[in-house]
């Protein structure tokens, strides 16, 4: 949502300066450009496809799993919160792909497990937090077998691939 909000106050920006560029000058003493003089091009617009959200889902997912590992709630609750983002992102930009209703699926399979997830955290309960982690696990595994991708897999990390990431609570 940050990207797609910093892209679009990109695209504004740059629409307002060609647009302001094209204004006729106060000074009508001073030269108009050369016709040969090149044009000013807008940026690019991105828009990431289900599978880069979808690593970043992965990401994201992983990252929760390690902070409820080491009891740091705090980075739990943000990566959580990432995680929705990320959710919220896909279901407003890829609502549909390749006529499976992805946006409908998260709201059926996630949403739950999702307050599931906030309560164990908010309580600060490890058995709850590994509980919900199944359930949003299963879930998306769910959302993967019904959407003809059973060879997506997703699991509960084994280890870290964040070696430059402290996980542990800060010291206070």
């Given at each position: 949502?940050?990207?797609?909000?910093?892209?679009l106050?990109?695209?504004?920006?740059?629409?307002v300066s060609?647009?302001?560029?094209?204004?006729p000058?106060?000074?009508?003493?001073?030269p108009?450009?050369?016709?040969?003089?090149?044009t000013?091009?807008?940026?690019k617009?991105?828009?990431?496809g289900?599978?880069?959200f979808?690593?970043?889902?992965?990401t994201?997912?992983?990252k929760?799993?390690?902070?409820?590992?080491?009891?740091?709630?705090?980075?739990?609750?943000?990566?959580l919160n990432?995680?929705?983002?990320?959710?919220?992102?896909?279901?407003?930009l890829?609502?549909?792909?390749?006529?499976?209703?992805?946006?409908?699926?998260i709201?059926?399979l996630?949403t739950?497990?999702?307050?599931?997830?906030?309560?164990?955290?908010?309580?600060?309960?490890?058995?709850?937090?590994?509980?919900?982690?199944?359930?949003?696990?299963?879930?998306?595994?769910?959302?993967?077998?019904?959407?003809?991708?059973?060879?997506?897999?997703?699991r509960?990390?084994?280890?870290s691939?964040?070696?430059?990431?402290d996980?542990?609570?800060?010291?206070k």
């Amino acid at each position: 949502m940050k990207r797609l909000r910093i892209m679009l106050i990109l695209g504004l920006v740059a629409a307002v300066s060609c647009a302001a560029s094209s204004q006729p000058l106060p000074n009508p003493a001073q030269p108009s450009p050369p016709a040969s003089a090149p044009t000013q091009e807008l940026p690019k617009s991105y828009l990431p496809g289900l599978g880069e959200f979808m690593g970043r889902i992965q990401t994201d997912h992983a990252k929760l799993w390690l902070a409820g590992q080491a009891r740091n709630w705090e980075l739990a609750g943000y990566q959580l919160n990432e995680l929705k983002e990320v959710f919220s992102d896909v279901q407003d930009l890829v609502p549909r792909y390749q006529n499976v209703p992805v946006g409908q699926m998260i709201d059926a399979l996630i949403t739950g497990t999702i307050a599931d997830m906030e309560g164990a955290i908010a309580t600060r309960d490890f058995s709850k937090f590994s509980a919900a982690f199944d359930e949003l696990t299963a879930a998306c595994n769910s959302c993967h077998q019904a959407a003809n991708r059973p060879y997506i897999a997703i699991r509960r990390p084994t280890r870290s691939n964040f070696s430059n990431q402290d996980f542990l609570p800060a010291r206070k």
